[in-house]
């Protein structure tokens, strides 16, 4: 899991897509860079499956499980080296570091036993992270998450009507990581582990991409034609934000 919210979603959004390559439509970046992008589309899908499956089975296991315990932690340690790594100070990343090791070496018993619960914070914390990170630009005299990047792709002008509705999409994200944290803390609180982690582990990546799909087919039916924008559009537009944010 990544460091920051819109990594994550960035990871959702492989380049396969923004390439605009697809059957009878060759990529940006010729016949060699259409290939990469599929390959690498491909197998961060298959990672991903992977590693759903995978925590799955350790978030539902009878037994405690070091290696699964590991394995969630994985990505909240690489968040958190990450953050510790930006601090200005090298001491104090350094000291804050040797600190959590030592705070993990001492719980690891406890921890170990406790799979379901270190998935669960992971994704909590991931759902919340992308909620306020959509929902930020809804307040304020900037204009809204996707509003911003619908304007990238339509070369800095929107009608009121794509203005309005870019608006209404980013709010519709930001409400829907925020009931999926919700649906995730109410099944893990109150249903069988096994419940919880296959709503968390197992449908989560699927929502969203049914929520992807809901939201571009929606747009076919608010927007015309000549106002909308293309899936690989979209993703070229949010890579192209990401660059001109990054130090």
């Known amino acids: 899991m990544s460091s920051h ?6 990871v959702l959004l492989p380049d396969v897509v923004a390439s605009g390559a697809g059957p009878g439509r060759p990529g940006v970046g010729g016949g060699t860079s259409m290939v990469w992008n599929w390959v690498r589309g491909i197998g961060v899908a298959l990672l991903t499956v992977v590693w759903a499956v995978t925590a799955h089975y350790t978030s539902t296991g009878n037994e405690s499980s070091g290696w699964g315990a590991a394995l969630a932690l994985t990505p909240m340690s690489m968040a958190l080296a990450l953050g510790l790594w930006r601090l200005p ?6 000291l804050a570091g040797a600190a ?25 914390g991931v759902y919340l992270l992308l909620s306020v990170f ?10 809204s998450l996707v509003t911003q990047m619908a304007r990238r792709v339509h070369g800095g002008v929107l009608s009121p009507a794509q203005a309005a509705y870019t608006r209404q ?3 519709a994200w930001c409400v829907f990581f925020a009931g999926m944290a919700l649906i995730s803390t109410l099944l893990f609180l109150f249903a ?14 699927p929502l969203i991409a049914l929520m992807f799909v ?31 944010k990054a130090p």
């Open 5 to 10: 919210p819109s990594d994550t979603v960035e």
């Open 89 to 94: 100070s090298r001491w104090l990343g350094a």
């Open 100 to 124: 959590v090791l030592t705070g993990l070496v001492v719980s690891w018993p406890f921890l170990k036993g406790q799979v379901a619960l270190l998935y669960y914070v992971e994704h909590l």
């Open 134 to 143: 959509f929902g930020r630009t809804l307040k304020g005299p900037e204009e």
């Open 169 to 171: 999409v980013t709010l």
């Open 192 to 205: 069988p582990v096994a419940a919880w982690s296959l709503f968390a582990n197992l449908l989560g990546g």
């Open 214 to 244: 809901g939201e571009y087919l929606w747009r076919r039916r608010a927007l015309p034609e000549e106002k909308r924008a293309t899936m690989a559009d979209a993703v070229r537009a949010w890579k192209a934000q990401r660059s001109d």
